[in-house]
């Protein structure tokens, strides 16, 4: 596609609901990223995929958040059992390899009543 | 650590110079990077500069690195009230993650 594209734009669910974010690169970008952004500060990094492969997940808060990217195209952030604090804006950026420029998409607002 | 801070908040008038300032602690940061926020849209990638150059212009845009103090600045010429927006600075961290760790970002209030 022209862009990196998220879905869906906004989400709210209840406290305890499970959430699944999703992310469609670039076309031929091989790394993908997930960020977290809460209100009045900038993205914090969550994971990072090569391909298909998940190579650094230490930025993911806790067990309740996963990822996964099967296919090397289109991802998937899982948040379990939500609660209030993870109301925030969720960021997905692709690029052509690891040491390339990073390119945004629109983002997934998140709210968790 | 990696910290990366910014001022908060800047106004300028339409066709003043705007000058972003940013600092930031990892000495081995690879690229450093402006995106600009505008409401309700996407991180958008302004500009870019490699840690090993002092200097990057880019039309309006000129970018302007002190690696022995580890301060990045942006400045915009002849600003427009289409510049108002949020800035990021962001530092990439060398390694095999390539991660960005963004400051906090940087309202630019521009008064027509």
């Known amino acids: 596609g022209a862009g990196v594209s998220q879905s869906p734009r906004y989400k709210v669910t209840k406290r305890g609901q499970d959430v699944a974010l999703r992310c469609d690169p670039i076309s031929g970008h091989v790394s993908l990223y997930w960020y977290r952004q809460a209100l009045g500060q900038g993205p914090e990094f969550l994971t990072y995929f090569n391909y298909e492969a998940q190579q650094d997940k230490s930025g993911l808060p806790n067990d309740r958040f996963s990822a996964e990217r099967p296919e090397g195209s289109i991802s998937t952030l899982t948040i379990q059992r939500t609660e209030q604090r993870d109301s925030a804006m969720y960021r997905c950026a692709s690029s052509l390899g690891g040491d390339s420029l990073q390119f945004f998409g629109p983002g997934t607002r998140l709210t968790v009543l | ?30 690229y450093l990077y402006w995106y600009k926020q505008e409401p309700g849209a996407g991180l958008q990638l302004l500009t870019y500069i490699f840690s090993n150059m002092d200097m990057k212009q880019d039309q309006r845009l000129t970018v302007l690195l002190n690696k022995k103090d580890k301060h990045l600045s942006l400045r915009i010429a002849d600003t427009q009230t289409g510049d108002s927006a949020i800035y990021f600075c962001a530092e990439s961290i060398t390694g095999a993650t390539n991660k960005l760790i963004f400051g906090t970002g940087t309202l630019l209030a521009v008064q027509p």
């Open chain 2, 1 to 30: 650590g990696e910290d990366v801070e910014q001022s908060l908040f800047l106004s300028v008038r339409e066709g003043d110079s705007s000058v972003i300032n940013c600092t930031y602690t990892d000495s081995s940061s690879t």
